[in-house]
């Protein structure tokens, strides 16, 4: 059975999708901490054998199932996060005592870390692990999955007891169903999609920065369906371990996603507004991500990524625009 924690969060939930609906899997056992009342949804067509809480987790790994895999997605994940004792214990603890048991056990140790790792992308988006060191993020969430990464690191480099395959995922920025519980930290697709339905527009934000124009903020936007694909491509390539970018390997503007959406349902251009950022995401905001996917494609993963145009295509006409919005 496969250990899938975060496994009601977006990306963790469309894993159990793809584990359920393109892997025929469905011994899974979800693991996660709802806050949000409608974040069951993420899981009303799922197959799985049981839910447990975060909390609950270690005493029924006490019982030394037999266990193919953990796949670790569950984390804080809001950027705007600032108690880093909470970080600390959900963010950095909780996935140490995972990967110890992944280690003791024998279990291969598949788990989330994320582009926010490389702040302002100063030293570039290369995922080369002897390099995690010159990273600077740009928030506390961020520092708590570079915290982890030099970890797991560490205890490869001293040559600690380690899982016999181990894979740290740094997604760039994911949108797609299932995020619907995310509130303001949704992606940029979905808070677009619902202002041009409540008020016939969408909302960016300007550039306070003279090298990039409003809307020219570049992005390395990756659907969410082949971030899934490419955490459980591993699954199968057991003799791979490392930390691996997951995105396009190409960015895209601001400007290009509002217009894709637009297109998408036959909306009008001229919708797209600029608004002033806020003070709290002055300093502390990407202008520029793209992913060096080179080291996942020598992994073996080869399959496509949806380009901006298709992804948004997809999560509009699919499941942003149906009465059922899930996956």
């Given at each position: ?86 970080l600390l214990n959900q963010n950095i603890r909780y996935s140490q005592n995972l990967w110890r048991y992944a ?46 990464d030099q970890w797991v690191v560490q205890q490869v480099t001293a040559k600690e007891k380690t899982p016999p ?163």
């Amino acid at each position: 059975m496969i250990i899938l924690t975060g496994g009601a969060g977006m990306i963790g939930s469309v894993i159990a999708w793809h584990l359920n609906s393109i892997l025929d899997k469905k011994d899974i056992i979800i693991v996660d901490d709802i806050q949000h009342p409608d974040q069951r949804n993420n899981l009303s067509k799922r197959t799985y054998i049981d839910y447990l809480d975060k909390d609950d987790l270690f005493p029924w790994l006490e019982k030394k199932k037999e266990i193919e895999a953990i796949i670790h997605m569950g984390a804080i994940s809001a950027t705007t996060e600032t108690n880093f004792n909470k970080l600390l214990n959900q963010n950095i603890r909780y996935s140490q005592n995972l990967w110890r048991y992944a280690a003791d056990h024998g279990v291969p140790f598949l788990y989330a870390s994320s582009a926010a790792t490389y702040g302002g992308g100063e030293f570039g988006y290369d995922d080369n692990e002897s390099e995690l060191r010159k990273l600077s993020p740009l928030n506390a969430y961020g520092y708590s999955k570079q915290f982890f990464d030099q970890w797991v690191v560490q205890q490869v480099t001293a040559k600690e007891k380690t899982p016999p395959q181990w894979c740290g995922f740094k997604f760039f920025n994911v949108y797609g169903p299932n995020e619907y519980h995310k509130d303001r930290m949704a992606s940029v697709v979905f808070h677009a999609f619902n202002q041009l339905k409540a008020e016939g527009e969408i909302r960016l934000f300007k550039s306070d920065r003279p090298d990039y124009k409003d809307g020219m903020q570049l992005r390395d936007f990756v659907y969410v369906k082949d971030a899934a694909a490419a955490v459980l491509h591993f699954l199968s390539h057991k003799k791979h371990s490392g930390i691996y970018n997951v995105g396009t390997g190409k960015a895209s503007s601001f400007k290009a996603l509002a217009e894709s959406l637009v297109k998408s349902i036959k909306g009008d251009l001229n919708a797209i507004k600029y608004i002033d950022m806020p003070n709290d995401l002055k300093g502390k905001y990407q202008y520029f991500t793209e992913a060096n996917i080179k080291k996942l494609k020598d992994a073996g993963y080869t399959k496509p990524f949806h380009t901006i145009e298709e992804g948004i295509k997809d999560y509009a006409i699919n499941y942003l625009t149906k009465s059922d919005t899930y996956a």
